[in-house]
């Protein structure tokens, strides 16, 4: 894979100038600027019909990839830019290593969504919250999801078993959206479940836990979603 690339090394970077001060997260918990946290990950098992589609989508994956690999040229055979000449490649249709670029992206695509939507995530988040409104009724949630589709059904899961949540998402009208943000401020509704837009959009209030569902690589948006929870209250 290649290196990250560097503040001073990005658009923004260049644009804006060097950094002028840097202050790290432990220096920020050290200061009381951010309150103490503790960040838990959890594995979960896919019921068997997910197991095998995964298996399935992944043999696909691995062939295709090797096809690829053999037939890129020899200055992209491997990280982002391997990725990007497959992109660049399932675009041109009309031959067989455009099917097979295709292929790939379908099935990786594929694959994502059917870990985005595994049945165990639903049962695990609402386990999760049950429990911490055991220990603290007052508690406020923020809930991230990637998909708008799977947020919307998780929505619907945790509305069946009695939490008290409301939807936020890009796709939601601005007044349903605002409604819903209203509500979790009040404190009306103790959990906010949303596709990624709350990461960078309104303003909400401090949380005591943030539930991070289905997430990208992306370690920008990850701490996007941290920050969101780290609000000193």
């Given at each position: 894979?290649?290196?990250?690339?560097?503040?001073?090394?990005?658009?923004?970077?260049?644009?804006?100038?060097?950094l002028i001060y840097e202050l790290s997260l432990a220096q920020a918990l050290e200061m009381g600027i951010i309150p103490p946290y503790t960040i838990k990950h959890y594995g979960l098992d896919l019921i068997p019909s997910e197991r095998a589609e995964y298996e399935r989508l992944?043999?696909?994956i691995s062939e295709a990839r090797q096809d690829l690999e053999n037939r890129a040229p020899a200055k992209v055979?491997?990280?982002?830019?391997f990725f990007a000449w497959i992109q660049r490649t399932s675009q041109k249709p009309g031959s067989e290593l455009?099917?097979?670029?295709?292929?790939?992206?379908s099935a990786t695509a594929e694959r994502k969504e059917l870990l985005y939507k595994a049945e165990a995530r639903f049962k695990a988040v609402a386990r999760l919250l049950r429990?911490?409104?055991?220990?603290n009724p007052e508690a406020m949630a923020i809930l991230f999801h990637e998909s708008i589709e799977a947020v919307n059904a998780l929505l619907v899961h945790l509305l069946a078993q009695r939490l008290p949540v409301v939807l936020e998402h890009s796709k939601l009208p601005r007044e349903l959206r605002e409604t819903s943000l209203d509500l979790f401020r009040r404190g009306i509704a103790r959990v906010i479940v949303s596709a990624r837009s709350l990461i960078e959009g309104f303003d909400v209030p401090a949380v005591d836990v943030g539930i991070i569902v289905a997430s990208s690589t992306s370690v920008r948006q990850r701490i996007q979603s941290m920050g969101r929870a780290l609000r000193k209250h």
């Open positions: 894979e290649s290196a990250p690339v560097s503040f001073e090394e990005s658009l923004l970077g260049k644009e804006l100038g060097g992944s043999r696909v055979t491997r990280g982002s830019g455009s099917a097979l670029a295709a292929r790939f992206l429990d911490e409104f055991a220990a």
